[in-house]
């Protein structure tokens, strides 16, 4: 971008609901000048605007990205909005359609340099009230039970968040979950993990020998002890003491959670892994396995949506359902908790010292779930200062290729390897 033409900048100031249409009303700002315009939103997109944002306070500035992201395990588009007061800054996220991550890219490409208003104009379309025909089957509460357990569709409208509506996780549908458990156990696993078909670049622009490392991770290991850090009750951790370092796993179980079982003992280590409900129903071996293994296994919510405002009832049903599953599955508490996106705030804080559980933030992130290569996984580790880190991974092809190289970085760096323990877990 040149000089001349600064990027713009786009800054969320409301979203509107209308007899005709859904429509977001977007500042752009650059060179000093200022344009509002409306753009037409779909329901979807609409009601998670309103549910994960709320309403927007007048003192702040949302400063809205027009790229949005993708979930690949709610399988839907996400949005990004860095909300900026006085002395905070914080980032939100609300999901939304393709149509509408379509006419972001539409907007951004009608705001080249110099381009007349028209175009941005013709850009946005005529604004009509434009629903998802699927929105009001998915509403009530979707399809329930799958693989003989359980799978949980929080519907796009979102009524069933709210507080004082039909539980989510009906009494009768979690108790099939469990009952189907202990058949899950005895039965042969219902997949197999799916075998990593990335390549690493041939070109390898880290500073550390990431060749060094790739020739050594996959020596045999010398038996180690699996080290555990015992955490109090209500606290909450972001970083570990001189000479420690984890790696904790998110959003699984998966086909692959397995896998990174199998790498983290072939090491002699072991992990700390925050599940899904929605996933440990759908993959109660893969829970089973990691728990026998020696890892420890920790609650990710139910649907990996942001608890931020949530009330009560909602916070019970994301937190203490999957809680319960985990339990009935491995046979111990699942008193570890990470908050979906990091996002957190003080009545989620609240209820979790009151249920005794423990939260496990990160200081280091790869970014694992977006890279296209294991390289780029491994050059983010190699680059940083692994001395007290906590490391975010997720359970993928990359992330599985990456491990044994990470492992023999840290084992390098004489680090311990531990996973975290809360002071009243049995």
């Not at 089973?288 to 009560?312: I, K, P, T």
């Not at 937190?319 to 046979?331: E, F, K, N, Y």
Request: proline content about 6%; glycine content about 6%.
């Amino acid at each position: 971008m040149s000089l001349d033409h600064p990027e713009p900048v786009f800054e969320l100031e409301s979203v509107e609901s209308t007899p005709t249409c859904y429509e977001m009303s977007v500042k752009i700002s650059r060179d000093a000048q200022h344009r509002h315009v409306h753009l037409p939103i779909d329901e979807f997109t609409y009601l998670g605007v309103r549910r994960n944002l709320g309403e927007l306070s007048p003192g702040d500035r949302y400063r809205l990205s027009l790229h949005c992201r993708w979930d690949p395990f709610q399988r839907q588009h996400f949005a990004v909005v860095t909300r900026i007061s006085h002395n905070s800054r914080d980032i939100l996220y609300f999901y939304c359609s393709e149509r509408f991550r379509r006419s972001l890219l539409e907007l951004e490409s009608a705001l080249g340099p110099g381009e007349p208003e028209e175009e941005i104009d013709a850009a946005l379309g005529p604004c009509r009230k434009v629903t998802r025909a699927w929105a009001p089957r998915v509403a009530v509460v979707a399809l329930f039970l799958l693989i003989g357990v359980i799978s949980v569709a929080f519907g796009p409208d979102y009524r069933s968040e709210e507080c004082g509506s039909s539980s989510v996780i009906a009494d009768s549908q979690f108790n099939d979950a469990a009952s189907t458990v202990e058949e899950s156990k005895s039965d042969d696993k219902g997949w197999q993990p799916a075998e990593s078909t990335a390549a690493v670049g041939e070109e390898h622009t880290n500073r550390a020998s990431y060749e060094h490392y790739v020739e050594h991770a996959n020596n045999e290991p010398e038996p180690e002890e699996v080290y555990s850090l015992t955490l109090e009750p209500g606290e909450k951790i972001y970083s570990l003491p001189e000479g420690h370092v984890a790696l904790t796993f998110d959003d699984g179980p998966s086909p692959y959670t397995e896998q990174i079982v199998d790498i983290l003992n072939e090491h002699g280590v072991a992990g700390t892994f925050f599940f899904i409900g929605e996933h440990v129903a759908e993959f109660p071996a893969a829970v089973e396995y990691a728990s026998a293994e020696g890892m420890v296994v920790g609650n990710h919510s139910w649907s990996h949506r942001s608890l931020v405002d949530a009330c009560a009832e909602r916070l019970g049903r994301e937190i203490v359902a999957t809680g319960d599953l985990i339990q009935a599955i491995t046979g111990s508490p699942a008193d570890l908790f990470r908050p979906p996106y990091g996002l957190t705030d003080d009545k989620v804080s609240t209820f979790l010292a009151e249920k005794d559980m423990t939260t496990v933030m990160w200081n280091y992130d790869a970014k694992d779930w977006r890279v296209d290569s294991a390289e780029e996984i491994v050059d983010y580790v190699l680059g940083s200062e692994p001395c007290g880190g906590i490391y975010l991974l997720h359970e993928t092809p990359l992330t599985i290729e990456a491990l044994p190289v990470i492992i023999e970085f840290f084992e390098q760096k004489d680090l311990v390897l531990v996973v975290f323990d809360n002071g009243v877990t049995e």
